[in-house]
């Protein structure tokens, strides 16, 4: 008999090996590499029914067996980034760093979606049924319909789940189940991928929408729900910053609606409430116009949303000046400063650079690097841009203004918030929107001239 192949996956990149080894080669990280242990050893499956493997032509499927309408929970935030309620059906992983609110979250929606008359089942692998009844106590959720159990063993959560039928169920996470046939410890990848798989089967097979909370940590120690993320039909991340209260839903997969949707949340004594004009909420903190703030009109997913970028620029004390970025992606930076200096002659050697999304968003549009560039100028310069003004645009790296998507939305935004007018590149389809007037550039350099008068 043939010896069987093993397999063994790395807990902090998912990366799969032939063989076993103390460092993983591919992240370098120590003791992450364990055994993959799969479902096959567990009791063998059905055979496929005839019905099951056959093919059929997709102009066969009638208009009548339409999937089932998708459930609203109530809470607008959350059904908009489901991409306009919940689907049948369908798997759906919220990610998120500990205590950042996944629970709070999921707890409230179970019991909207309850309310709503939803079948709804929260298991809790983390918190006993008394802690999570003082939690939903707590939120005032206290007479939703939830069944609740506290269970890690998932062939019980399975049958539980087969008997009752709920059309919600919510698995508190994903790397506390323990699949008995799998030898690994909970939380291993081997243990998260077959409950994962196993959950996902159980979603498609019963129509139960699944949602499966999962924890992430920046080292990625843990078997992160990355190696979730292609097994099911939805990814949510749950963000925020810890000394803010903001939390930023988005959806970075979804095979039922656009991806790159925010919902807006903060998070209160009472659990968390729905922001429904995050822009307001972002800018609120900002007072009078000042040196190296700029406020960029951004769109997330489908709405538009203004953010205060904030930059400080100051001579450095290191051999190594040093780039420190809250919100954006470093890479970005780096290739703005040196746009700057090799297009436009304006060099940032030798000088600190610090650059802060206000309110704890993160921003991964293109569009915001005229913002970017804006707000360094003008910390370097120590001149505030004109008051009431919002700045987006895309720097290609010869220096060139790339037109940005959705400037009306943009414009209307800035607009509705009382800005009066707007520095965008030229060529966008700039309808223009009552009340505010847009000064279009078509390089960096006409904007640094026109601006900063350099
Ligand atoms: P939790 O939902 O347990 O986080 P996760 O499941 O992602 O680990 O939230 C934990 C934090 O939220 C905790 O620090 C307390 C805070 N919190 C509030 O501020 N208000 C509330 O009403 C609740 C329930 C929690
Ligand atoms: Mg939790």
């Known amino acids: 008999m043939a010896k069987p192949v093993k397999s063994f996956t790395c807990a902090a990149c998912a990366a799969s090996f032939s063989k076993w080894s103390g460092r993983c080669d591919n992240c370098g ?50 059904d908009r980034v489901l991409g306009g309620g ?108 077959a409950a994962s798989h196993e959950l996902t089967a159980f979603a498609k097979r019963s129509g139960t929408s699944v949602i499966l909370v999962g924890h992430v940590t920046k080292e990625g120690a843990i078997a992160g729900p990355r190696v979730v993320e292609h097994m099911v039909d939805t990814v949510l991340y749950f963000e ?40 307001a909420l972002f800018l609120s903190e900002r007072g009078q116009p000042a040196a190296g703030s700029v406020v960029f009109a951004g769109i997330e997913g489908t709405r538009p949303v203004l953010v205060e970028l904030q930059a400080l620029v100051a001579p450095s004390p290191h051999a190594q000046a040093r780039r420190t970025v809250v919100g954006w992606d470093s890479g970005r930076l780096a290739m703005i400063l040196a746009v700057l200096e090799a297009r436009c002659g304006i ?12 309110g704890g968003m993160k921003i991964s549009e293109p569009a915001a690097d005229l913002a ?20 987006f645009g895309e720097i290609s790296l010869s220096g060139a203004l790339r037109p940005a998507s959705q400037t009306e939305n943009r414009l209307k935004e800035a607009q509705k918030l009382g800005f009066t007018s707007a520095i965008a590149p030229a060529g966008g389809k700039a309808a223009a929107a009552a009340g505010i007037s847009i000064n279009t550039m078509s390089d960096l350099t006409g904007f640094v001239g026109e601006i900063f008068g350099a």
Do not use: C
Request: aromatic share 4%.
């Open 29 to 78: 990280e120590w003791n992450t590499i364990s055994e993959d242990k799969g479902i096959s050893a567990g009791p063998p499956s059905k055979s496929l029914g005839a019905k099951r493997g056959s093919a059929m032509q997709l102009t066969d499927l009638s208009t009548e067996e339409a999937p089932p309408p998708r459930s609203h929970s109530g809470i607008d935030e959350l």
């Open 86 to 193: 919940l689907v049948p059906a369908s798997a759906i992983l919220v990610g998120g760093d500990p205590g950042i609110g996944k629970s709070t979250l999921l707890l409230q929606a179970a019991a909207h979606f309850a309310k709503a008359g939803l079948k709804t089942i929260y298991v809790s692998g983390e918190e006993a049924s008394a802690q999570v009844r003082m939690r939903a106590q707590r939120l005032g959720l206290a007479d939703a319909p939830v069944q609740l159990a506290a269970e890690t063993n998932l062939r019980d959560i399975l049958t539980t789940l087969d008997k009752e039928r709920p059309q919600l169920a919510i698995i508190d996470s994903i790397q506390t189940m323990w699949a008995d046939n799998v030898e690994s410890a909970p939380g291993s990848v081997s243990q998260v991928r």
């Open 240 to 279: 925020g910053e810890r000394g803010h209260q903001f939390r930023i839903l988005r959806s970075v997969k979804n095979r039922f609606g656009p991806a790159d949707e925010i919902g807006v949340f903060e998070m209160t004594g009472r659990g968390l409430a729905e922001v429904t004009n995050p822009s």
């Open 347 to 358: 060099p940032f050697a030798g000088l600190d650079v610090y650059l802060n999304v206000a």
């Open 372 to 391: 970017v560039a804006a707000a360094l100028l003008s910390a370097r310069e120590d001149t505030a841009l004109p008051a009431e003004t919002v700045v």
